[in-house]
């Protein structure tokens, strides 16, 4: 069964957003790994500051379904699909690992680029799967992020009063 891994992002009314993407993931594939809740600058607009994490789950569904559901959970939480690529999300949810897959079809790219291109992605991840090796590079999650640049970093691990992260 593979082990799948969804970024979390929100910085519109994220402190309803985020508990309520936790409770319908959970209730989509169970038991869920959750990383910290790091609280960023946005990237590419001025806006508020964003909450990110990493969850990881099991699932034996196809990789398409699984991002159907991912959808229709933003969808249900306000997302609307003719939002800009970097805009305010009320909630972005985004697989960026599923098993060893690789893929890019279009819509769908797995393993997502932005594992490699931002903190708010990489530093969650090498959080909860920090020996788990990149299927392409075959690095492991906390070797990139020992490697990754963090000069001018802004970002943050938070523990906001509805969540019991570490």
């Known amino acids: 069964m593979p082990r799948g891994y969804i970024s979390i992002g929100s910085n519109i009314d994220k402190d309803k957003n985020i ?17 910290s809740i790091y609280e ?14 990493i969850v990881g789950f099991d699932s034996d569904l196809e990789v398409k379904t699984v991002a159907k559901q991912l959808r229709q959970i933003e969808l249900d939480n306000g997302r609307t699909r003719d939002s800009k690529k970097f805009s305010a999300r009320t909630l ?19 393993p997502r680029d932005e594992i490699e291109r931002y903190a708010f992605v990489l530093e969650p991840l090498a959080e909860v799967a920090p020996t788990l090796k990149h299927p392409i590079s075959h690095i ?13 970093l ?13």
């Open 19 to 35: 508990p309520a993407s936790l409770r319908a993931l959970e209730q989509a594939f169970g038991n869920l790994t959750v990383s």
């Open 40 to 53: 960023s600058d946005p990237v590419g607009f001025t806006g508020d500051a964003f909450y990110n994490l």
């Open 92 to 110: 972005d949810l985004d697989l960026i690992l599923y098993g060893d897959l690789v893929i890019n079809d279009g819509r769908l790219q797995i």
């Open 140 to 152: 492991s999650y906390t070797e990139l992020w020992e490697k990754f640049d963090k000069s001018g």
């Open 154 to 166: 802004k970002q943050k691990r938070i523990t906001p009063l509805w969540s019991s992260a570490k």
